[in-house]
């Protein structure tokens, strides 16, 4: 088994975009990898493109980020020549155009999350070739695989804030559980009228799924476990 | 070479033909503008000074002393003298008119339209150089198809206006080139609802609630103070701007003219069309119904 020290750094991820009454819910997991090896257990996947939206990265880091920049710079001209906040649309069109455009060189899929005046809260998702689909809810990256049923079932249209924070948190963990790729922490992001609110859930606090195992400290806890019970006879 | 002075001249004494000089060596075009101002100076002395800038006029890279370009101008004079174009903001849409002079009998009704679609949802009203116009409707096409290709989503029409007045300013900024001498109105409906804008040979754009540009376009101003745009439709507007033109129509100066509408409205479905012929021809019903009642008095 060997550790590719060398391999490019890839996100193997869980993300999630999830709207709901008043405005969108971004979640994602933490870890990035090389090859085997963790280079990060505690990133942060879910960018800030301007004030009212944000993305949420998976597939090759490096890629995604340059993407994400290059998008942070044009929306801010874009700002600037309108005088008002940048819509949701727009700033999924740009991303769009940089991903079709260049779709030989780069591997990143991307979910652009956020709350304008005319639209309301939007959830656009940009997979691989560059198609850019406006959807209700979207997953992506590696651990969305173990989703697609979660989802088909537990989403529903007009969800409250809480309900649908909770939903995402629900889902990163449950991905987080089967995927290798995915794990850390879960980070969600909320956009609505009012404004943005980030949140940080630590691995600890998640709920614990089939066959997982509560954390141990070290083995010596076990040792000094108290002896079973003596049997009455 | 002659050292150089820092008095101010009155054109006629001011020799630019001794300046030229110290550029010799140099292997350029010579400006025929400077050159020509060379050879007028003598002409000039004779001349009594017009109201016209004479000699700050011959250039628009030229300020006068009193900080006007006079070519810009100009420019607007061209616009001046052609026929009246209307524009108005109703509650729930644009609409624009023009007064089509006919310039022979022999020109098909319905030809050399003045109105334009620059895009589904925004129509131009050209005044002036009717090449000119042609120019500037091409380029705000061009710069509405490229904003949706780039960013996905209609043209604002705030943003449109801005371009369209940047390149009409562009211009003005050099002496091979001439101030378009044409004025445009500029009407659209997005999602900021329906917006008015007029935009001058300077390169000027501002938002209107009503505008007019063109021969009448005093009058017609006076006219459309009087509406009350806030509560009017559509379907009235179109009457009124109807009833507005054949207004200022100068039967005596101008002989016969062809009326032009078009609208963006709800009943449109927020798109820029023709006025349906329905509703055109009971616009100028009303309009020459109106116009003998004033005769009439």
Known sequence: MDLNLDAPHSMGTTIIGVTYNGGVVLGADSRTSTGMYVANRASDKITQLTDNVYVCRSGSAADSQVVSDYVRYFLHQHTIQLGQPATVKVSANLIRMLAYNNKNMLQTGLIVGGWDKYEGGKIYGIPLGGTVVEQPFAIGGSGSSYLYGFFDQAWKENMTKEEAEQLVVKAVSLAIARDGASGGVVRTVIINSEGVTRNFYPGDKLQLWHEELEPQNSLLDILNAAGPEPMAI | ?297
């Open chain 2, 1 to 297: 070479v002659k050292p150089n002075s820092n008095r101010i001249d009155p054109p006629g004494s001011f020799k630019i033909s001794d300046n030229f000089r110290s550029y010799s060596g140099l292997r350029r075009k010579k400006n025929p503008i400077l050159r020509s101002l060379g050879e007028k100076e003598s002409k000039q002395q004779s001349k009594k000074m017009s109201s016209i800038g004479t000699g700050y006029d011959l250039s628009v890279t030229t300020f006068s002393p009193d900080g006007r370009v006079f070519q810009i101008e100009y420019a607007a004079k061209a616009v001046d003298n052609s026929g009246t174009v209307v524009g108005i903001k109703c509650k729930d849409g644009i609409v624009m008119g023009v007064e089509k002079l006919i310039a022979s009998k022999m020109m098909l009704p319905g030809s050399n339209r003045r109105i334009h679609s620059v895009h589904r949802h925004a129509g131009m009203a050209v005044a002036g150089l009717a090449a000119d116009g042609r120019q500037i409707v091409a380029r705000a096409k061009s710069e509405a198809r490229s904003y949706e290709s780039v960013y996905g989503d209609a043209v604002p029409v705030k943003e449109l206006s801005e371009r369209v007045a940047s390149y009409v300013h562009l211009c003005t900024l050099y002496w091979w080139l001439r101030p378009f001498g044409c004025g445009v109105i500029l009407g659209g409906y997005d999602k900021d609802g329906p917006q008015l804008y007029m935009i001058e040979p300077s390169g000027i754009s501002y938002r209107y609630f009503g505008a007019a540009i063109g021969k009448g376009k005093q009058a017609a101003k006076t006219e459309i103070e009087k509406l009350k745009l806030s509560e009017m439709t559509c379907k009235e507007g179109v009457i009124e701007v109807a009833k507005i033109i054949y207004k200022l129509h100068d039967e005596a100066k101008d002989k016969a003219f062809e009326l032009e509408m078009s609208w963006i409205c709800e009943e449109s479905k927020r798109e820029h069309q023709k006025v349906p012929d329905d509703l055109l021809e009971e616009a100028k019903t009303a309009a020459k119904t109106a116009l003998e009642e004033m005769d009439a008095d």
